[in-house]
């Protein structure tokens, strides 16, 4: 299944627009750009040169945002490795993803987040004979968890979240805390700004490292900073970024990517 981007050039641009705190009045005063064309791209209408003239005051990649506006920016290629799934369900308007991760030789597994509906996910561990050893939460919006109790009861299996959020009998762990699973390793990074306590976990021991991010970031953009922009910002540059290009990011929404695709071509940390 074909996953659409999850935002658009109208979406980034809302988010840099108010994690930054700039107007349209001050962005047109800055740019030289006409307040009603900013208006116009936020509706999907790209006129002359704005996208370049408005990038770089909302310290974004000009070639990337114009590549989005163009239909030019489509998801890096992600093979299929042994041992990892998406599964994507709908959640009122939007659509989330879940993942599974598991050692293909002893058939352990844990699972990342729920989605809107982890009935997919049950067939999948049951369909590769799958043991869940743990459930590992990115964080606490509903539209991640909304089926926790029936996974946490269908596999017995113990929930985690990071300890400054909370879920249903999930147990709270702290950055830095390393799971094992099979010849699967775990490493729990606090990239907090869209939540705040987001956890992405690292995962080696399948044919290329692994990153379930949550809604830090986005195959072409990023989750908004609805607790600090900032921090979300320098999180996803300093914790995800700085993992191998090879990478593959596994988001909370939308397509697969992989760090070097979004150190090359995400208009919020491509070349900024």
Known sequence: MSIPLEDNVSDI???AQRGLG???SQLAEKSGVSAEKIRKMREGVFEGDAVERVAPLLHLDAAALRKLADGKWSPEAVEEIEGLAQFNTVYGDMTVNAYL???????????????ADCREMLERIAAE?????LILLTHAHP?????LRRLRKETGAPVYISDRESAE??????????FRVGSLEIEARLTWGHSPGGMTFVVTGLARPVAIVGDSLFAGSMGGG???YEEAVRNNREKILTLPDETIVCPGHGPLTT??????????????
């Open 169 to 178: 009998a999930a147990e709270a762990i702290a950055e830095g805390k390393h």
């Open 143 to 147: 539209d991640h968890v909304a089926d």
């Open 259 to 272: 760090v070097g695709k979004e150190k090359r071509e995400n208009p919020f940390f491509a070349k900024v």
């Open 129 to 133: 004979k799958l043991t869940v050893k």
């Open 101 to 115: 991760a598991w050692d293909p030789a002893s058939h352990d597994a844990v699972a990342f987040d729920t989605g």
């Open 22 to 24: 700039i107007s349209d």
């Open 13 to 15: 641009l809302g988010k």
């Open 226 to 228: 609805n607790i600090s």
